[in-house]
């Protein structure tokens, strides 16, 4: 049973404007989150985090937001651009546990 | 610079047929992992390997070995392939340390294809 989900398999947006991801999960153990970015014939590479400190953090034009109480996250991504077209993976881990559980992703297409 | 690397990056085999795949990081990193994507379930860890000779299961490890006998390599075995064994293969790391800042680091994936 997948612990982290994205509901969203796909999302298209037009360039200049932002770009909303959203992540569930539902293992109150989890309590530092990831987002991957996946381009085709790559492998993921890292993009942002959260702890559960915390409820928000950003860098540059991506911020994540944390909402302890609904189990639930979102990326946002502003402005988006054409580069940001990829898969986007929500992942997430518990306390001292190096496994990483992820969603199924989420295809980002940003329109010109 | 800092990489995983696996290989072969694409394979096609017949069922039965015992294959490796190699996975190797330079980053004299501590932690290693195999993830299978298939669509619809996101990244699902197969094996993965606190150090060497340190080594245990995923959530989908059947049909898999593993072993860790130097700490850059971490190669994934199907002893028998089967199709349902068809899928994209990922090999990660990340240091020892906090677990907190747990940040893998992935190579760029096998595509297995098993007739």
């Known amino acids: 049973d997948q612990q982290v989900k994205q509901n969203s398999p796909s999302l298209s947006v037009q360039e200049g404007r932002i770009s909303i991801l959203n992540c569930d999960y539902t293992n109150s153990m989890f309590d530092y989150f990831l987002w991957y970015k996946k381009y085709p014939a790559e492998g993921p590479t890292f993009l942002i985090s959260?702890?559960?400190?915390?409820d928000k953090n950003e860098d540059g034009r991506f911020t994540v937001f944390l909402n302890k109480s609904a189990k639930h996250l979102s990326l946002h991504i502003v402005p988006s651009q054409p580069g940001d077209s990829a898969v986007y993976f929500c992942?997430?881990?518990?306390?001292?546990?190096?496994?990483?559980?992820f969603g199924a992703g989420t295809t980002v297409t940003v329109r010109a | 610079e800092a990489q995983v690397t696996q290989n072969p990056r694409y394979l096609i085999t017949v069922t039965g047929k015992k294959l490796t795949v190699t996975c190797s990081q330079n980053?004299?990193?501590?932690?290693m992992s195999w993830y299978r994507q298939d669509p619809g379930l996101g990244l699902r860890q197969i094996y993965y390997s606190m150090n060497v000779e340190v080594t245990d299961k995923g959530d989908v490890p059947e049909g898999y070995k593993v072993s860790r006998k130097e700490k850059r390599n971490f190669p994934l075995i199907l002893e028998s392939p089967s199709p349902n064994q068809t899928s994209l293969y990922f090999c990660?790391?990340?240091?020892?340390?906090?677990?907190?800042?747990?940040?893998?680091?992935f190579g760029a994936g096998t595509r297995l294809s098993v007739l």
């Open positions: 980053m004299n990193h501590e932690y």
């Open positions: 990660a790391s990340k240091s020892a340390g906090t677990a907190k800042k747990n940040i893998q680091y």
């Open positions: 992942a997430a881990s518990a306390s001292n546990d190096y496994k990483l559980s």
């Open positions: 959260i702890s559960s400190i915390k």
